[in-house]
């Protein structure tokens, strides 16, 4: 059975991409930041890990960083919002997001995926990733 | 009139009048008088040089013989025309000339000076020797011929100081336009000049060399002052046009600011709302797929499901005018056939009453750009444009071409460059904007619509597309007359025009 595990800061996302994923007839685990989503893969390993990009803690690039350095066939997913939730500055944030997504795919993230995207996409460009 | 006076011309003929006036009595006074003596003295001389010789040649020719004889000599003195008077007296005996009153030759007295007595006759005695006696002749000469002779040398005298004095007057005139006619051209160049019209070279041309020197002078002031002029203009006009330049330059900067002030929080706001947004889509999702197929519950969750997607357009589009940065854009060499399909994706949106005049510059490139979002532009600028036709009739207007960018077009567009653009221009004459709303239009969510009618999104979403293009977007627009919206790409640099690195 294909393990997937889900790191997220926000409970409401970690709670429905489960839920997707276990419909989907994944083994699914569940993390609310990067050092604990580590330490599961660590444990029981992992086929994919969904990662979202900013968090509080190391984000989703270092996540996907350690995690590509500690487990080269894991496949990555990191999910970002669109936006940045930093402070207003003049620089548009939104180059910041880009850069963060642009950098998550040079540490080796195999995909990156925006925020909001619907549970078909999200289906399909998992199911792409794992039949590789 | 005082003014009148104050003239060289004026003044010239008036010192000249001056000095005559001392003058010319003097010197007739003098000249008359000279001529009244000399007259007098000559016939003064003349008189006792004729009473001697006619004496004399009473007493040689005989005629003293008797009384008879002395009074024919008398008579023949008068008739002669030279005396109005003769008498001779001889032993206290008178005798008179016939040839006259009575009592006229009774009234003898002599005369020592010319005038004298005022009855215009000069007396004169003449004493001779006839025998042992002493006899005396008396003879009047006529002043009239004198005194006429007198009055006509006067005359002339007179009339000569007069003609002179005209002369001199005239010369002096003469003389003062001479150098006032040159004077005056000299007045009219530099009224000229005070009046502003500095261009106008000072040339006079007169013999005078003061009047010469002068006109050189104020030449070279006049040139000196259209110098220093076209300078200060200059400096005036090149601190006007920095001044200029730094406004726009400065509109521009808070302009760019604001919209990225805007385009941070919108991002900030587009980020937590998709965090909230995933949920939403994803637990609806599979909410439904718990749903009996018969369940009444079922279309209501396909609503919020609906809704959610619709939410995730929206924050899309937020997104699109926040996101500045160049994603995989590719060089096409020729866009007019890109932007055929925009166009026929707006004619479908925009009623069939409503005229577009289209007018697409082929070859039109080469861009670098994004497809879809260089359509999604001409579509979002077209429908705004329809929109602003709304409150009353008229067309739009969609031109496409390669525009040259020059310096002075560059200097007024900060964010152009000198060099080729591709410029496309909707123009509607629609119900047309004012400052405050063109100021505003690249905002999110701004729109002058009521509510309900448009996201206000479009021009925002235009904004965008444009920066993350490197172009440049600008609005002109007059309330009542209509808005031009310009749009300039910057044509894509092909490699063999990219000097290497």
Redesign the interface.
């Known amino acids: 059975m294909t393990r997937v595990i889900i790191i997220d800061d926000e409970e409401d996302i970690r709670i429905v991409l489960k839920e997707i994923f276990v419909r989907e007839g994944f083994d699914v685990a569940v993390a609310s930041d990067g050092a604990e989503g580590l330490n599961l893969i660590r444990e029981t390993g992992a086929d994919l890990v969904i990662t979202d990009i900013i968090m509080p803690g190391s984000d989703g690039v270092e996540t996907a960083y350690d995690i590509r350095m500690e487990f080269p066939k894991t496949k990555i997913i990191v999910m970002s919002g669109g936006g940045n939730t930093g402070p207003l500055e003049y620089e548009p944030t939104a180059i910041a997001t880009n850069a963060y997504l642009a950098s998550a795919e040079a540490v080796g993230a195999d995909l990156t995926i925006t925020k909001p995207f619907n549970r078909q996409e999200l289906i399909k460009a998992v199911r792409e990733l794992t039949e590789q | 009139m005082a003014g009148a006076l104050k003239s060289i011309s004026a003044r010239m003929v008036l010192a000249v009048l001056l000095i005559h006036a001392v003058l010319l009595p003097l010197l007739s006074y003098g000249m008359l008088t000279l001529v009244h003596n000399v007259q007098e003295e000559t016939f003064i001389d003349h008189v006792r040089i004729y009473s001697r010789v006619f004496a004399d040649q009473m007493q040689s020719g005989g005629q003293l013989a008797n009384e008879d004889r002395i009074i024919e000599a008398l008579d023949s003195s008068i008739l002669g025309g030279r005396c109005v008077h003769a008498a001779f007296e001889l032993d206290g005996r008178r005798l008179l000339s016939s040839m006259m009153d009575k009592e006229d030759g009774d009234k003898f007295e002599e005369d020592f000076s010319f005038g004298e007595h005022g009855d215009n006759v000069y007396y004169l005695s003449t004493p001779l020797v006839v025998g042992n006696s002493m006899a005396l002749l008396e003879l009047g000469f006529d002043e009239v011929p004198t005194l006429l002779a007198m009055a006509s040398a006067r005359t002339t005298i007179l009339t000569i100081v007069l003609i002179y004095l005209l002369v001199t007057v005239a010369l002096a005139m003469a003389l003062s336009t001479l150098v006032s006619s040159p004077l005056q051209r000299l007045r009219h160049d530099s009224h000229k000049i005070a009046s502003g019209d500095y261009t106008r070279q000072m040339s006079v041309d007169s013999e005078i060399v003061e009047i010469k020197e002068l006109t050189s002078d104020l030449e070279h002031m006049r040139s000196t002052l259209v110098g220093i002029n076209a300078r200060l203009e200059g400096e005036i006009a090149s601190r006007e046009a920095a001044e200029e330049e730094r406004r726009k330059a400065e509109t521009h900067l808070r302009h760019m600011?604001r919209l990225?002030?805007i385009?941070?929080?919108?991002?900030?706001?587009?980020?937590?709302?998709?965090?909230v947004?995933?949920?939403i889509?994803?637990?609806t999702?599979?909410a439904l797929?718990d749903l009996p197929e018969d369940s009444p519950t079922r279309p209501n969750l396909e609503r919020v499901l609906r809704l959610?997607?619709r939410a995730?357009g929206l924050?899309?589009q937020i997104?699109t005018f926040?996101?500045?940065?160049s994603?995989a854009m590719t060089v096409h060499a020729d866009i007019a056939p890109i932007l055929d399909e925009a166009m026929s994706m707006v004619r479908a949106l925009i009623p069939a009453n409503i005229e577009i005049r289209i007018g697409i510059q082929r070859p039109l490139g080469p861009l670098a750009c994004d497809t879809n979002e260089v359509q999604q532009l001409m579509v979002n600028l077209c429908s705004n444009a329809y929109k602003a036709l709304l409150k009353g009739d008229g067309g739009i207007r969609v031109v496409a071409d390669n525009f040259e960018v020059d310096p002075e077009f560059a200097a007024q567009h900060p964010r152009l460059e000198v060099g080729r653009y591709v410029r496309l221009t909707v123009a509607d004459d629609g119900e047309g904007m004012d400052s405050v709303t063109i100021e505003r239009i690249f905002d999110p969510f701004f729109s002058t619509r009521e509510v309900g009618q448009g996201t206000g999104l479009g021009l925002s979403v235009v904004h965008g597309i444009v920066t993350k293009h490197e172009g440049e977007i600008v609005v002109a627009s007059e309330v009542g007359v209509g808005t031009t919206i310009d749009v300039y790409f910057p044509h894509a640099k092909l490699d063999k025009e990219r000097p290497s690195k």
């Open positions: 600011h990225q002030s385009g941070t929080m919108a991002g900030g706001v587009a980020h937590e709302f998709n965090n947004l995933l949920p889509l994803l637990y999702d599979l797929e959610a997607n995730k924050s899309e997104l926040s996101r500045p940065s994603e």
